[in-house]
Nanobody
């Protein structure tokens, strides 16, 4: 089973930066869309940023000009560079990848385990 492993969460002060990384395990023949979501306690998971196979990027309005999503398919990795962090960015972030497992004809939706980002003052 394909796994998505996230790293890079942590605690920072307002205005500081963090970079989240998510790498898919081997056993994938292709990855289409990759994205970062976040979820606060008691709330729905929301899309933060996404990037297509062709590198078309989209961002939710609250993070535009502060966050940057990127990917490198050879490494099966997607990153989220987060600058000018604010206390309201404090939530758990999840990686998502629409991927095709080896020996499968269909794409599956995969999720990472989540990584906590805390912005405190």
């Amino acid at each position: 089973q394909v796994q998505l492993v996230e790293t890079g969460g942590g605690s920072v002060q307002p205005g500081e930066s963090l970079t989240l990384s998510c790498t898919a395990s081997e056993g994938i023949s292709g990855i289409d869309n990759m994205a970062w979501y976040r979820q606060a306690p008691g709330k729905q998971r929301e899309l933060v940023a996404s990037i297509t196979y062709g590198a078309v990027k989209k961002y939710t309005n609250t993070v535009k000009s502060r966050f940057t999503i990127s990917r490198e398919d050879v490494k099966r990795t997607v990153w989220l560079q987060m600058n000018s962090l604010k206390p309201e960015d404090t939530v758990v972030y999840y990686c998502n990848a629409d991927h095709q497992p080896v020996n499968s004809d269909v794409y599956s939706d995969g999720w990472g385990q989540g990584t906590q980002v805390t912005v405190w003052s």
